[in-house]
């Protein structure tokens, strides 16, 4: 007997807001199958708001509740029974993030959980890595959002270690990241991967996403850390007009592709990763699993 049943995520990050819908196969003596049916991303950026003012602007705030209106009709057509939403640093740090989600209840009727950023690492590392890990191999999971990243250690398939850090995109293009906080960093990776022999990376966000297109390799195949070094330093001889008209990015990632690719790199270095791999998942893929297991409160459509 064949099961299918459509489940959704709202990913309301610092640079877009996206809802991932899935479908959950079930079959009976067969493995439960995630399959991602519809993607839609919108590039609101609430991080630009909020690490400047402090708050989110009335224009975004209306944008936000015009989004999730959008959404609500999207997974009513698409015949969706269970979603959860749920916000990041920006909502999180945001002086009217409150408002905006009580706002968002009575126009939209759907309710935004505000995470804190190791729930977020946590949710993140619920997702089923299985099929893209070799679990006699350590790996650093990356998770580089707008205003945090999250990482996780990964060893022969067990989660040894997590943590989340105020570095994201939308932080570094605003010089809202100290050279402490870097530092920070830094000593975390390399204490946490000192005790292994060889560690490769993930990365997972939109901007690691992109690159992994570009670069034509198959998947399940890593990128070396020449090529992102080569890569990063061809990003920064364009200009951001350039990189949109020249290189086909797109407006919204144009100018996050440079600091994403330097967190990137940051992290291979002090790991001594000579290559990353690219999974093509996130936090929208850990809610739909998350919802499907149970491990997170969810809401019926």
């Not at 619920?126 to 580089?144: G, R």
């Not at 205003?147 to 996780?152: H, R």
């Not at 297109?213 to 020449?226: E, Q, R, T, V, W």
Request: positive net charge.
């Amino acid at each position: 007997m064949l099961s299918i049943k459509k489940y959704a995520a709202i990913d309301i990050g610092s640079n877009a807001v996206r809802l991932l819908i899935s479908n959950i196969i079930e079959q009976k003596g067969k493995p439960v199958q995630f399959k991602k049916n519809s993607l839609v991303r919108v590039p609101i950026r609430l991080g630009a708001d909020v690490f400047i003012k402090n708050r989110i602007s009335k224009e975004n705030t209306q944008r936000i509740v015009d989004t999730m209106l959008a959404f609500k009709l999207l997974m009513k057509s698409h015949k969706v029974v269970k979603y959860k939403a749920c916000a990041t640093s920006a909502m999180r740090e945001s002086s009217n993030g409150k408002q905006v989600v009580d706002l968002v209840l009575e126009k939209c009727n759907i309710s935004i959980d505000v995470i804190e950023g190791e729930e977020e690492a946590a949710i993140i590392a619920a997702t089923d890595l299985n099929k893209f890990i070799d679990n006699n191999k350590t790996y650093l999971y990356v998770d580089v959002g707008g205003g945090s990243t999250e990482f996780t250690i990964i060893d022969q398939g067990n989660q040894i270690a997590s943590k989340s850090f105020k570095i994201g995109t939308v932080r570094l293009l605003n010089d809202m990241v100290s050279k402490e906080s870097w530092l920070e960093l830094e000593q975390w990776i390399r204490k946490s991967t000192e005790s292994y022999a060889k560690i490769d990376v993930l990365g997972s966000g939109g901007n690691i996403n992109k690159i992994f297109k570009i670069s034509g390799k198959a998947m399940g195949k890593p990128l070396s850390y020449f090529y992102m070094t080569s890569y990063y330093n061809m990003l920064q001889t364009y200009s951001y007009e350039e990189r949109i008209t020249e290189l086909d990015l797109n407006q919204d990632r144009a100018d996050v592709i440079i600091p994403a690719m330097r967190i990137y790199l940051s992290s291979m270095k002090w790991s001594g990763a000579k290559n990353i791999y690219v999974p093509k998942i996130g936090l929208a893929d850990g809610i739909i699993k998350s919802i499907y297991y149970d491990t997170v409160s969810s809401n019926t459509q």
